[in-house]
């Protein structure tokens, strides 16, 4: 009998070890995601779309990583951008606007690549910030220095923005609804530093930007649209086209299979025209405001994609009423002289009464702005 009972006795504890071994496992495991169809959730990891594990930040499963053509400049920032949606549902395809499902989420983590004593770099080289092998796909966390995690939520009411402000740790992103600001320290590749703010906007000045039907109010989804995601990205599987890849993981249907889909330039390349590079720069920089809908409708320049009127677009148009925002210029646009455009002042100002965009960014862009100059100084004609 004493020897039955110590028989069950060890194997009781030998069970014991192995429950707790095996939970153990699993708590360094992404466990599935949780969407919060109501509430806020207090953490990022409450979540489950992003995880760090043994020193890499790494999208959940289902969680897909995505890129755009042109990104919208936010000072110097890199960005790692995801979409997740729940199981039996994808987004259906639109040239303007994809109809996404209620479930879907959208993230888009700022960070910047670590210099030494405390900077920041501005680089162009994304491979600098990724795991060995995981291009694309792991943020090597040794390498890079985590902002901020701003989340789209598409609820059953419609999106809801909500952002996140990763701690010093590093460990953990928060819920902040009244945004944060950090002072920073910029490198370049030749070693000059610049000292700036990044400001973390609050979670309704979202608005400002993500409502480009203004009168609506209502927000919607900016950088993943068709124009913008019709590239080839570097999964872990291969590289691919991305609208190829989400339709082939059921998150885009109903994409049209005879007629070629829409795509914007990637702004710093040179194989295509100096037009198709300054026009993607200004419609993922501006058009979300500058477009018949959009905010700054009343204003009359329409900078989007689809604007083919070349006194709309600014040629020899005067401002309705930039008061200090126009800088003593006549008009948005004087052919083959942008420094007489008001177009070139404000995207080159960072004066809070004139700079453009007026959010997101402290920091002149100096790649978009050559861009712009070289776009209207090649224009030609004259403002009589």
């Known amino acids: 009998m004493n020897s039955w009972i110590s028989w069950a006795s060890a194997f009781i504890l030998l069970a014991?070890?192995?429950?707790?071994?095996?939970?153990?496992?699993?708590?360094s495991r992404p466990q599935v995601v949780v969407f919060a169809e109501n509430a806020i959730p207090e953490r990022l990891s409450d979540w489950n779309l992003v995880n760090i594990l043994d020193g890499v930040l790494t999208p959940?499963?289902?969680?897909?990583?995505y890129d755009l053509n042109t990104g919208l400049f936010t000072d110097y920032a890199h960005k790692l951008r995801t979409v997740w949606m729940p199981d039996g549902v994808s987004a259906r395809y639109g040239d303007e606007q994809f109809d996404y499902p209620v479930g879907t989420v959208l993230t888009k983590t700022f960070y910047y690549p670590r210099g030494e004593n405390e900077t920041v770099l501005r680089t162009d080289n994304f491979e600098h910030d990724y795991a060995e092998g995981r291009m694309g796909e792991a943020l090597d966390m040794q390498r890079v220095r985590l902002m901020e995690t701003r989340l789209l939520v598409r609820r059953e009411s419609g999106w809801q923005a909500i952002p996140y402000i990763w701690n010093e740790s590093q460990t953990e992103a928060v819920f902040e609804i009244a945004g944060d600001a950090s002072r920073l320290k910029l490198k370049t590749a030749t070693g000059d530093i610049t000292e700036f703010t990044y400001v973390v906007p609050d979670a309704n000045q979202c608005a400002g930007c993500h409502a480009d039907n203004f009168t609506g109010k209502k927000i919607s989804p900016l950088g993943p649209r068709a124009r913008h995601l019709n590239r080839d990205y570097p999964y872990l599987s291969g590289t691919e086209n991305q609208l190829?890849?989400?339709q082939k993981i059921g998150y885009l249907r109903d994409v049209p299979k005879t007629i070629e889909l829409p795509s914007?330039?990637?702004f710093m390349d040179n194989s295509v025209t100096l037009n198709e590079r300054a026009r993607a720069y200004l419609d993922i920089n501006c058009g979300h405001c500058h477009n018949p809908a959009g905010a700054a409708d009343t204003s009359g320049l329409m900078l989007n994609h689809s604007e083919t009127d070349l006194r709309k677009l600014g040629l020899c148009k005067p401002p309705v009423a930039a008061g200090t925002g126009s800088g003593e210029r006549l008009f948005a646009i004087v052919p083959g002289e942008p420094d007489h455009s008001i177009l070139n002042?404000?995207?080159?100002?960072v004066d809070p009464g004139a700079m453009m965009p007026e959010l997101g960014r402290s920091l002149v862009h100096e790649e978009g702005v050559e861009l712009l100059r070289q776009w209207v100084a090649a224009m030609p004609g004259t403002c009589t």
């Open 345 to 349: 002042f404000r995207i080159e100002s």
């Open 244 to 246: 190829k890849h989400w």
């Open 264 to 266: 914007l330039a990637k």
């Open 16 to 27: 014991g070890m192995m429950l707790s071994t095996i939970a153990g496992c699993d708590k």
């Open 60 to 65: 959940n499963i289902g969680v897909v990583p």
